[in-house]
């Protein structure tokens, strides 16, 4: 989310470009508006599709992609948290949440402001703190669709074995605790960690699509989420292998279409940082799916569809954070280390420490965002991204990469603080886990009433 600000002056796209016999800019008809305030038709539609993709990533990619990692008796449950966190982080996010992350009545760099609370004076026109020629409704919505599928990532380590009225619980608090201040700390054009836009960033890091926001806050709560609750009944002893790796394979796919609104999307323009973020997201992913299918033959002698999707979703967190800042030969760079680094921490590292994390969202999202978060120190360039230059010309390329990890230790402190204090709450007001019939009679019928699948006895 950092190259949207490349437009805050509705001027700035005019001081180049064809001009007329007088000197005075002209605008190619169809291209944008040139009065100053009204929303561009044509960046408007590319942020109206890309919402609609970041939302196609949750309902239905991460739904279908977790429902078919867990066990017949459990797959409407992680599908429920899913869609229910979709409706309970709408609620949020209008009524407080867009205002704590974009908002800048308390002039601090930890948290927004009020002035938004239940979307007031959201509407058509531009906020040109982020973008000239994006209403800010549309802006507000594609925010949102972050906000959805961040707390929907951390059911995956917690998947068969939490209760719904728990999560629920925990997920609206963890929203305020963690993902709002975070958002505004990265995002905000006051936000502490800012450091392409905020020329008085106490942390001058970099993070165009979320690596930190996303993909670290909810990997690492989802390590912290996952050892409160404890391993699931009979884990180590009883296979769980998953009941549909059609359905995972499905989910995989929308999930990588979804993340092109998701990373694309980022530069809040339909301009060449989008087409940057595009292509770069597009070699790191297919090179990271390649990497985790080699190692896995290289291993295992098989390379598995399960290891196929979990390159692929590595790929595609790994780059998140570099994708709008980097060069197509630094892609190919970050999908091998995103094929290998994850690999490890879920065919090793878990093994290793025992840890029960279902559906490997620590693996995956903590382990691969915060190599995103790191590297992206080293390949980020102004040869692609110019915006670099206005408040980091002196650190890119040199000593960006300290400052990423500044911005790591405290997202990562700020995620296991949270979550170990917001877990303790939650489980001494409702409980975390279901008791251990309604965990063997599993979380679809116990929670929700319903089956997935309904068998017919034969006749």
């Known amino acids: 989310m950092e190259a949207y600000f490349q437009n805050t002056d509705p001027s700035a796209s005019l001081k180049v470009g064809p001009k007329d016999k007088d000197g005075n800019p002209t605008i190619p008809a169809g291209l944008t508006t040139s009065a100053v305030g009204v929303a561009g038709p044509g960046h408007n539609s590319f942020m109206m599709i890309c919402a609609a993709l970041v939302l196609f990533m949750t309902l239905p990619g991460l739904a279908l992609f977790y429902g078919g990692l867990v066990r017949t008796k459990n797959v409407l449950s992680v599908m429920a948290q899913c869609l229910g966190l979709a409706g309970i982080v709408t609620i949020l996010w209008w009524a407080f949440g867009y205002s704590l992350v974009f908002?800048?009545?308390?002039?601090?760099?930890?948290?927004?402001?009020?002035?938004?609370?239940?979307?007031?004076?959201?509407?058509?026109?531009?906020?040109?703190?982020?973008?000239?020629?994006?209403?800010?409704?549309?802006?507000?919505?594609?925010?949102?669709?972050?906000?959805?599928?961040?707390?929907?990532?951390?059911?995956?380590?917690?998947?068969?074995?939490?209760?719904?009225?728990?999560?629920?619980?925990?997920?609206?608090?963890?929203?305020?605790?963690?993902?709002?201040?975070?958002?505004?700390?990265?995002?905000?054009?006051?936000?502490?960690?800012?450091?392409?836009?905020?020329?008085?960033?106490?942390?001058?890091?970099?993070?165009?699509?979320?690596?930190?926001?996303?993909?670290?806050?909810?990997?690492w709560s989802a390590l912290i989420l996952c050892l409160l609750v404890g391993k699931r009944l009979g884990f180590g002893k009883t296979p769980m292998p998953p009941h549909s790796l059609v359905l995972c394979m499905i989910g995989t796919g929308m999930l990588w279409v979804g993340w092109y609104g998701f990373n694309a999307g980022s530069a809040v323009?339909?301009?060449?940082?989008?087409?940057?973020?595009?292509?770069?997201?597009?070699?790191?992913?297919?090179?990271?799916?390649?990497?985790?299918?080699?190692?896995?033959?290289?291993?295992?002698?098989?390379?598995?569809?399960?290891?196929?999707?979990?390159?692929?979703?590595?790929?595609?967190?790994?780059?998140?954070?570099?994708?709008?800042?980097?060069?197509?030969?630094?892609?190919?760079?970050?999908?091998?280390?995103?094929?290998?680094?994850?690999?490890?921490?879920?065919?090793?590292?878990?093994?290793?420490?025992?840890?029960?994390?279902a559906l490997d969202t620590f693996g995956v999202h903590a382990v691969g965002g915060t190599l995103g978060a790191l590297i992206t120190g080293f390949f980020a360039t102004a040869s692609v991204n110019g915006n670099l230059n206005t408040n980091l010309k002196d650190i890119v390329g040199k000593s960006l990469w300290i400052e990423q990890v500044k911005a790591i230790a405290l997202t990562l402190a700020l995620a296991v603080i949270g979550t170990i204090i917001i877990g303790f709450i939650v489980k001494a007001l409702v409980g975390l886990r279901p008791s251990v019939e309604a965990e063997q009679e599993g979380l679809d019928l116990s929670d929700h009433g319903e089956e997935g699948y309904i068998y017919e006895s034969k006749s």
Request: charged share 10%; hydrophobic share 55%; glycine share 12%.
């Open 269 to 357: 323009a339909a301009d060449g940082v989008a087409s940057n973020a595009f292509a770069t997201t597009t070699l790191a992913t297919g090179v990271a799916t390649f990497v985790w299918g080699l190692l896995e033959y290289i291993v295992r002698k098989k390379a598995s569809v399960l290891g196929l999707c979990s390159g692929a979703v590595s790929g595609l967190v790994v780059v998140t954070p570099a994708c709008g800042f980097i060069d197509m030969t630094s892609a190919m760079w970050v999908g091998l280390l995103a094929g290998a680094v994850p690999f490890f921490a879920v065919t090793k590292m878990k093994p290793m420490f025992g840890y029960d994390d």
């Open 103 to 219: 908002g800048k009545s308390f002039n601090s760099p930890y948290i927004g402001g009020s002035e938004f609370f239940f979307m007031k004076g959201v509407d058509s026109l531009p906020n040109t703190d982020y973008a000239a020629w994006v209403s800010q409704n549309v802006f507000a919505m594609y925010q949102m669709m972050f906000a959805i599928i961040t707390p929907a990532l951390i059911v995956g380590a917690i998947a068969e074995r939490m209760k719904f009225s728990a999560l629920v619980l925990f997920m609206v608090l963890w929203m305020f605790v963690v993902y709002f201040p975070l958002a505004h700390m990265v995002w905000g054009v006051n936000g502490l960690m800012n450091g392409v836009w905020n020329a008085g960033a106490g942390i001058k890091a970099i993070d165009f699509a979320g690596g930190t926001v996303v993909h670290m806050s909810s990997g």
